[in-house]
């Protein structure tokens, strides 16, 4: 059964890590997304659940404004073969959201670790990041500290890459 927004905002707790929600409509792109929050604080991130030829499967965690070559990903994260999207069905499976609700939060849900986070480094400039609380109708405010305590408490220590092609393997 996949966790809830009241469960990860327990979980989070329970690490000490403060949050602030903000309760809104249904966002489905980052040009909505964007039309709404009004001045939030922070990077704000877009997400891509992904997957390689040998069906290893990756969440993207990106700035919003960042540009992702899913042409040539591949070869930055070390993926077989060109990247495709996941499907609906193995976004709830693994990450326990449905399409256009993917988060950074997901990993929550992989407790069998199948999935490999990969963070943009660009997020790491920022003191505060904004992620969907396991539903597109709300955004969650986490110290990017946080957002790593976070990762590193589900045993997804991210993959830190520069999409332009650099991978920093060991940053905080």
Do not use: W
């Amino acid at each position: 059964m996949a966790a809830t927004r009241d469960e990860l905002m327990t979980y989070l707790g329970g690490l000490g890590i403060e949050v602030s929600t903000l309760d809104h409509p249904a966002l489905f792109t980052v040009a909505e997304s964007q039309g709404l929050r009004g001045e939030i604080a922070g990077g704000h991130t877009k997400n891509l659940f992904v997957k390689d030829k040998k069906g290893r499967h990756f969440l993207v965690v990106a700035e919003e404004s960042r540009a992702v070559d899913l042409k040539s990903l591949h070869k930055v994260i070390g993926a077989q073969g060109r990247l495709s999207f996941a499907g609906g069905e193995a976004m709830m499976e693994m990450l326990g959201v449905e399409p256009g609700s993917v988060t950074a939060f997901g990993v929550l849900n992989d407790r069998d670790g199948r999935v490999t986070v990969v963070l943009d480094e660009g997020l790491l400039a920022h003191d505060m990041v904004n992620c969907h609380p396991l539903t597109n109708t709300a955004t969650t405010t986490i110290a990017t500290d946080g957002l790593m305590t976070f990762f590193r408490s589900t045993a997804h220590e991210p993959l830190v890459v520069r999409l332009d092609g650099e991978t920093l393997e060991g940053r905080d």
